[in-house]
């Protein structure tokens, strides 16, 4: 474990250091804000529409993760479903529990992919993004808008579309994985800026992460927190490794498996709470209790798969 823990250290270091500096006023102003903007807008849909572009979509890797991944985002979003409906929780905060069972914090993963297996396992990374981050999209965007009800001014369907065509994660991911499985490849300049744009998306979301923790929401809806942090940390994880013990994959494509399982809920969740009607102060007690939880959990985790899964 300590192997691994010290391996992974200067990850959690960043955010230790985003959140420093946020509280302590530096640089100042709308600073992290804007910064978020920029990873969001910028550097991470860069990192992602340089890796989707030369990825490895095998036919065998892709039908495993995908099998791997999205039954463990079913089992969590039926269950939290449930705990929502027998907690009879309103609207808002259950559009935040879903979110916080759903969501997974991409950032974290493939920073921890790439710093612990290199350039294989940001591709591997990369490949878990392309089949979670539009589904996950989706599913989120469905529920926060339907728990709205009645009090929506937009339709679901419009409110889908406009979320697809906005999102700049899911916009990288759909063009990376055409060039790629079209043949057509890397894009000469293209590929090389955002080559450039991606060795800077990694520690600079990081930053912006550990600067969106809030401290003080831990002790906020303690029951709510505690239903959304079961099923993203152990329920996720737990479909995940069973499936991957199941279907013999192993080696670095079964330990990439087990870090989208263990990471924290997205810190994009509070945003799109905001934005639709969920609870972001219940949605930033979530986001920060997962990522304390997490300095600990994905150490021990991947300490323990790595006996099992790496020669």
Known sequence: MWAISLAILPIFLLLVLGNLLRRNGFPGGEFWHHADRVTYWVLF???LLHSTTTAPFSEDIVDTFAVALLSALAATALI??????VFKLSGPLGGSVFQGATRHNTFIAVAVAEYLYGAHGLLLATVAISLLVPVTNLLCVTVLVW???????????????QEIFRNPLLLAIVLGVSLNLTGVGPLPVLHDLTGILSKAALPFALLCVGAGLRIKTIHTGALYVTIA???????FPIVITGIALLTGIDGIAAMVLVIYGVVPTASSGYALAKLLGGDAEVMAGIITVQTLISIVTIPLALSLAAGYFLP
Do not use: E, N, V, Y
């Open 45 to 47: 849909p860069a990192l």
């Open 80 to 85: 939290s479903l449930l705990c929502i409906r």
């Open 147 to 161: 728990f709205q009800g009645a009090t929506s001014t937009i339709s679901l369907k419009r409110r889908l579309i």
């Open 229 to 235: 942090t079961l099923c993203k940390m152990i329920i």
